[in-house]
């Protein structure tokens, strides 16, 4: 934080105005550098070119006792292919589903929402360039936080994944998109979190008569505990897919 006219002693003033001139325009310019890049990694593929990009396979890797297997096919932003095979948690029964071939998932919004605050971060350091003369510390204290302010809220847009409730996840689009259609009792999400793409699968159970209702999951980013009928049981599984 750099202190405030008021608080430098008269003979320090001239000291503290070339700070204001010279350093401070040098720091911002290092940033705007380093935000510029962060930019370009969030850049998206030209409409029309997504298919020259090279595409990638990732192994589903379960994190309850291999519940969860197959493979995941990336090209870019998108998931162009799913191979998800699904060992039911009451009858152990395995059930394959795939994409369709005309429906592939993209995470565009998440990145985009990051990058759009990136760059009106970028956009606010632009307007204080070398010509613009600060003339209080206040000012570039105040310049920071508003910076400081969207940066965060690029993180916590690629580290909070947006949450959806159950029934909103049971009408998306995302439920129509596998063959064989999956049944109503499993739902899928995928998500971004960080740097991973993430897969969680919901399998809902009918509650037997005097059963417990205080039923809370784990090991599991999204709080859906108030989301699940008081007369269903939810079996989590949450896959975080390795590079094949």
Same mark, same amino acid.
């Given at each position: ?14 000291? #503290? *105005? ?7 325009? !040098? ?93 009106? !971060? ?11 003369? #600060? ?5 570039? *204290? ?50 971004? *979190? ?11 159970? !009918? ?38």
């Amino acid at each position: 934080m750099i202190p405030s006219n008021s608080m430098i002693p008269a003979f320090r003033e001239e000291e #503290f *105005n070339w700070l204001l001139k010279e350093e401070v325009h !040098a720091v911002l310019k290092q940033l705007q550098d380093i935000l510029k890049e962060a930019s370009r990694r969030f850049s998206i593929p030209t409409p029309g070119l997504e298919n020259q990009l090279k595409q990638e396979n990732f192994i589903l890797g379960s994190s309850t006792m291999d519940q969860v297997k197959g493979v995941l096919t990336l090209q870019g932003e998108a998931l162009t292919q799913a191979d998800i095979n699904l060992k039911t948690a009451k009858s152990n029964q395995v059930m394959h589903f795939t994409f369709r071939d005309d429906k592939h998932w993209k995470s565009t919004g998440t990145i985009q929402d990051a990058r759009n605050h990136v760059n009106q !971060a970028l956009q606010l350091l632009s307007g204080r360039d070398e010509s613009y003369h #600060f003339k209080t510390g206040a000012e570039v *204290n105040k310049l920071m936080d508003a910076v400081m302010l969207q940066l965060t809220r690029a993180r916590n847009r690629l580290t909070t994944p947006a949450a959806m409730t159950l029934p909103e996840l049971a009408t998306s689009g995302l439920m129509k998109m596998f063959t064989p259609p999956m049944p109503g009792d499993v739902m899928v999400n995928f998500y971004i *979190n960080l740097s991973k793409l993430c897969l969680t699968v919901y399998q809902l159970h !009918a509650m037997q008569p005097n059963t417990t209702k205080n039923f809370k999951p784990s090991g599991i980013l999204l709080d859906i505990t108030d989301q699940i009928k008081s007369n269903f049981i939810c079996h989590i599984h949450m896959v975080i897919p390795t590079m094949q």
